[in-house]
């Protein structure tokens, strides 16, 4: 159950992500940090559930450290955004929530090497 709302978690995130960005307006410096952030938030959960059928418990480990780089690449493109003043409710539930994503990633990690 556990795997299945982090998965959720995961998903939400990207979705949430990509609403958010629909409120932004058009302009030259938010169209390339969108691009960037629509590839880095959807990319934590594509690799998520890539290294859900990993083959051994390296290729999983592997797999979630590429999830843990994306997690903290949305994170940095959002707190950009927050800087440049675009600041919202929803921003602000963004950016927690990429930071609990990224202690979630980095713990699982951890945890697989000292398994390993």
Same mark, same amino acid.
């Given at each position: 159950?556990?795997?299945?709302?982090?998965?959720?978690?995961?998903?939400?995130f990207s979705?949430d992500?990509?609403?958010?960005?629909?409120?932004?307006?058009?302009?030259?410096?938010?169209k390339?940090?969108?691009?960037?952030l629509?590839?880095?938030?959807?990319?934590?959960?594509?690799?998520?559930?890539?290294?859900?059928?990993?083959? =051994? @418990?390296?290729?999983? /480990?592997?797999?979630?450290? &590429?999830? %843990?780089?994306?997690?903290? $690449?949305?994170?940095?493109?959002l707190?950009?955004?927050?800087?440049?003043?675009?600041?919202?409710?929803?921003?602000?539930?963004?950016?927690?929530? =990429? @930071?609990?994503?990224? /202690?979630?990633?980095?713990? &699982?990690? %951890?945890?697989?090497?000292k $398994?390993?």
């Amino acid at each position: 159950m556990k795997e299945n709302n982090l998965l959720d978690r995961i998903f939400n995130f990207s979705v949430d992500t990509l609403k958010f960005l629909r409120t932004l307006p058009l302009n030259d410096e938010l169209k390339v940090i969108k691009y960037q952030l629509i590839k880095s938030s959807t990319s934590v959960g594509a690799n998520y559930e890539e290294s859900q059928g990993a083959s =051994s @418990k390296a290729d999983f /480990n592997n797999k979630i450290r &590429i999830v %843990l780089r994306e997690a903290r $690449e949305s994170n940095y493109w959002l707190r950009i955004i927050s800087a440049l003043d675009y600041k919202s409710d929803k921003l602000q539930t963004l950016l927690q929530e =990429s @930071k609990e994503l990224k /202690n979630i990633f980095g713990a &699982i990690l %951890l945890k697989g090497n000292k $398994e390993g």
